[in-house]
């Protein structure tokens, strides 16, 4: 008997085509990227043919002639920067002769002479920070100290360097903390403090003394007002307010460190000392009417329930459906009986099939039995070949047939089961329309006409405010800014058996006269705070107009000593830097 042919399954095929093209693609590109080192080579542009060989090598790792350009370029590269360290170390310029002995290192580690170079570059890097320590030059030195430390980042000298240097920084820091303390320049000595800090957190006691120290600087700084009691005025009840509300005050982002007080500021303080003052308090009252409409429940009427229309067109989609799922059902069981039909009709078939293909294999053994030769049985062979594929067929039709009943059954089965659940929803549906009933009580809806009155109280009054900046020879009087309040109710009286929300009624509050002083007041309030901020700015940028100076006559210390104090009265001395 022949065997088929087999073929390779589709997905099997696809995948070994794919890892064709991919091969070839990945072969074009490497074959590319060796090209591309090749010209940069030849153009000794070595650090981009490098770039390229070690695509090459990322792309096949397996080849070996990639890894072989890739090293030689790597040589070229370490030779490069041999030369670049040593020039940079004639020229003194000792962090680049540093980092390129490293690369050199980097690129070729078992070059000799690099090595030499990074000893030679990083010897002359140790001796230059020792120098530049011993003179004085500590920022220079620790920059140094930390070019080594980055490229060797296990190197312990170089670790022990930098802490040497950072503690030199820190102890020079905190003797000149001291010595600015001692001479009174409390801003230098706090800016000294903050080197320290940034350099050794927690060395000694500098922490503490520089909290000690800003804490004397801030109030030393601090800017007062001074709230004096007025002579004489006409609206006493708003004054007593204000001054309470003042001395309450406490001093935030934009004044922080302003100290409300009625008590004598210390000696040479710096602030404003203010008396306010309120005219005769002027109140007016506006009446308004205004019409209004509410409903309320009046009645009821009887109407159809749209539920039971709802209801009722329920019914009739679950009978729709119910029907559907029954002719259904009757369609795949006419179905089912055709399948059986055809069922009995192939395995008739099936049984003749097998029974001629008996027959006629023992009609080939009765020839092949009278030892005639093969020739002569060639009828009879033939018949039983084509009995056996007929055989065969019939087999192949039954069991065909078997396979389209069962599909059939199954879905009768599922169509029976849709009829059964079509009419237990149509049953349902018939159950709630009987429990819902034809008609409904509906609310009846009423408008409800009311007159509100709405009554709005007014209140003026002048802010008079003295201001006597201390230091200054005498006071100013700024000129009498209003100050005014509303308040507003309404009332409409009770009525009921109409709307809940006239039910009850509206009675009228009529705003005190400590209402109306407390609102007055707290405008007052508002407005002197936004004239101190007035001053305090002032105040701030004294100190930045005073650093700017300083600075541009030379002289530093006087400038750190203002620019300081700006910082301080302003937004606060920043985060120590590390």
């Known amino acids: 008997m022949r065997r088929p042919i087999r073929r390779p399954a589709l997905p099997a095929l696809l995948l070994a085509v794919s890892l064709a093209l991919s091969a070839a693609g990945c072969g074009r590109a490497y074959k590319h990227a060796m090209s591309r080192g090749d010209a940069f080579a030849r153009a000794g542009n ?173 109030d030393e700084l601090r800017f007062y007002l001074v709230i004096e009691k007025p002579a004489d005025t006409k609206a006493s009840g708003v004054s007593a307010l204000v001054e309470t509300e003042l001395l309450r005050w406490k001093g935030d982002s934009r004044a922080r460190l302003v100290a409300s007080t009625s008590q004598e500021p210390p000696p040479n303080a710096a602030g404003v000392r203010i008396q306010a003052a309120f005219d005769t308090i002027a109140r007016g009252h506006d009446v308004a009417t205004q019409a209004r409409t509410c409903d309320y429940v009046c009645g009821a009427d009887r109407l159809p329930n749209p539920a039971y229309d709802a209801a009722s067109r329920e019914v009739d989609e679950a009978e729709r459906r119910a029907r559907a799922a029954e002719s259904n059902a009757r369609r795949v069981k006419k179905t089912v009986e055709d399948a059986r039909r055809a069922l009995s009709f192939a395995t008739n078939a099936h049984d003749r099939a097998k029974a001629d293909e008996k027959r006629l294999d023992r009609e080939l053994d009765q020839c092949r039995a009278t030892q005639k030769p093969p020739a002569d049985c060639k009828a009879e062979s033939d018949r039983y070949d084509d009995a056996r594929r007929a055989r065969r067929d019939a087999e192949s039709r039954e069991d065909e047939a078997k396979r389209e009943l069962d599909r059939r059954e199954q879905e009768l089965t599922d169509a029976q089961q849709k009829v059964t659940n079509e009419r237990d929803t149509w049953d349902r549906a018939v159950a709630e329309l009987r429990r819902t009933p034809t008609t409904i009580l509906v609310d009846r809806i009423c408008a409800h006409n009311y007159g509100v009155e709405q009554h709005t ?122």
């Open 46 to 218: 070595w650090d981009a043919a490098a770039a390229e060989y070690e695509r090459a090598t990322r792309i096949d790792p397996d080849e070996e002639e990639a890894q072989r350009r890739l090293a030689a370029a790597r040589h070229k590269q370490s030779e490069a920067r041999t030369v670049e360290s040593r020039e940079a170390l004639s020229r003194g310029e000792l962090e680049k002769a540093l980092f390129f002995a490293r690369d050199a290192v980097a690129f070729e580690p078992v070059n000799q002479d690099a090595r030499r170079a990074y000893v030679e570059a990083r010897a002359a890097v140790f001796k230059r920070a020792e120098e530049l320590l011993a003179s004085g030059h500590d920022d220079a030195a620790l920059a140094l100290a930390r070019a080594a430390r980055q490229c060797d980042p296990n190197d312990q000298a170089a670790a022990v360097l930098e802490g040497r240097i950072l503690d030199r920084m820190a102890t020079r820091a905190y003797d000149r903390a001291i010595k600015y303390a001692d001479e009174g320049k409390r801003g230098n000595a706090l800016l000294a403090f903050r080197d320290v800090e940034a350099a050794r957190p927690g060395f000694r006691d500098a922490k503490q003394r520089a909290d000690e120290l800003r804490r004397t600087l801030e």
């Open 457 to 578: 109280w007014s209140a003026a009054t002048a802010l008079a405010l003295r201001a006597h900046v201390l230091g200054d020879a005498s006071p100013v009087t700024l000129p009498p800014d209003p100050i005014t309040t509303r308040a507003t109710d309404e009332t409409f009286r009770a009525e009921s058996g109409r709307c809940r929300e006239v039910a009850a009624g509206d009675p009228l509050r009529v705003p005190s006269d400590a209402d109306i002083e407390a609102a007055l007041a707290t405008r007052a309030v508002e407005k002197i705070r936004g004239q101190v901020f007035v001053w305090y700015a002032g105040y701030v940028q004294s100190y930045a107009d005073d650093h700017a100076r300083e600075k541009a006559a030379g002289r530093i210390e006087e400038a750190n000593e203002a620019w300081v104090r700006h910082l301080l009265t302003g937004p606060g001395l920043p985060p120590i830097a590390r």
